[in-house]
């Protein structure tokens, strides 16, 4: 992890209608880190990644990628959407293909084998390729979708709750496919996610969101010394103090 800025979010504001769930939101996010994204439902946690990758707009205020723009780059971006998102009328080498065939004009056959080694790294075996999402686990179908992210050799990548539905020993195991990920392919990683254990076992640092702003970032560590409110009660509740003591473990 460095210094430098790979997302810079200032004053973002969000209305739905008389809703407002962002109000004056400011956030760094450091290149090459996991930065782990938490905050009560409906805080807008997904709508601020939904917006970080230009899915939607924001109402006001300004996301840019400093680095990258510096660099002379065009950030590219991966999503791991919630529940995988992947289509379900295709193979799940297929799913992995279709951001290849949409944006490059390699061969099918250089396709085919560079979804088959997205698959790989993403620890999906290679009898399940030729499978359709309705016949393979929900384990497996985050996996997929995770290949899919990084197809095209995304800078960023962002995961929503990529651990929920998921067992424990699942859940660890998929914490650390993505670390492994992030490090060996130095990615940036944007993690929504409601998993204790996931923000203990890989995340650098931790942003929580409440009443439309940040408010608290830094390690666990940083973060517990001035909790206060809902922070404190999420961090130091009774699945807070155990994934605390299951990271000492480790």
């Excluded at 290849?100 to 085919?112: G, I, M, Q, Y």
């Excluded at 359709?132 to 197809?151: D, F, L």
């Excluded at 914490?175 to 492994?180: A, F, G, K, N």
């Amino acid at each position: 992890m460095s210094d430098e800025i790979a997302i810079c979010v200032r004053g973002l504001v969000t209305r739905f209608g008389e809703q407002t769930v962002h109000n004056g939101l400011d956030l760094d996010v450091r290149r090459g880190e996991i930065l782990g994204v938490v905050g009560p439902s409906g805080t807008g946690k997904s709508v601020l990644l939904r917006e970080i990758v230009e899915l939607d707009e924001p109402t006001e205020g300004e996301i840019t990628f400093p680095y990258f723009t510096e660099s002379n780059l065009e950030p590219r971006r991966g999503v791991m959407f919630q529940d995988g998102a992947l289509f379900s009328n295709l193979t799940i080498l297929e799913n992995v293909e279709a951001p290849l065939r949409e944006h490059t004009h390699l061969s099918p056959n250089l396709r085919a084998e560079i979804a088959a080694l997205k698959l790989s790294m993403a620890g999906l075996d290679p009898s399940a390729h030729h499978k359709r999402p309705a016949q393979i686990s929900g384990g497996m179908r985050k996996r997929a979708a995770v290949a899919r992210a990084i197809a095209l050799d995304p800078e960023l990548l962002f995961l929503d709750e990529p651990t929920a539905g998921l067992d424990p020993i699942s859940a660890a195991n998929f914490d650390e496919m993505t670390r492994d990920l992030a490090r060996s392919l130095g990615l940036t990683v944007f993690l929504v996610t409601h998993d204790l254990d996931t923000l203990h076992a890989i995340c650098d640092r931790v942003a929580v969101l409440y009443d439309g702003r940040v408010a608290a970032i830094g390690t666990i560590p940083e973060i517990e010394a001035k909790a206060e409110g809902w922070v404190k009660e999420y961090f130091s509740g009774p699945r807070g103090r155990a994934a605390t003591r299951g990271a000492a473990e480790r």
